[in-house]
């Protein structure tokens, strides 16, 4: 599985790269904290690979890559993408490296 670090993301981030963010939490979860992403829940992804970019790096986060690194694992094996990384640490990592202010329960 590919992944990228919360620093390189912030990089990628900052560069203005085109890449796909997407956060797989919930809907209260995302209501809480995000940093931007496209909010597709875990119960709904898997249902609509169309909403997930072939085009372009995609990165898919939840709060600690868990829910993320499964979600991408099913996406390669059942719709055969290859331009997915997970979000190492998931937001959690990203409020201690790089925004302490993401507020997180």
Do not use: W
Not at 27 to 45: A, K, M, R, T
Not at 47 to 52: F, G, S
Not at 64 to 84: C, H, I, M, T
């Amino acid at each position: 599985m590919k992944e990228v670090t919360v620093t390189e993301l912030k990089s990628m981030m900052d560069a203005k790269e085109i890449f796909q963010l997407i956060d797989v939490r919930e809907l209260h979860e995302f209501d809480y904290s995000n940093i931007n992403g496209e909010l597709i829940p875990v119960g709904d992804i898997v249902q609509q690979p169309e909403r997930v970019s072939r085009d372009k790096k995609v990165v898919i986060h939840c709060r600690s890559g868990v829910r993320s690194a499964a979600v991408l694992a099913a996406l390669e094996k059942q719709y055969g993408f290859d331009n997915l990384y997970n979000l190492k640490g998931g937001i959690v990592a990203y409020k201690n490296e790089i925004d302490p202010t993401i507020p997180l329960k």
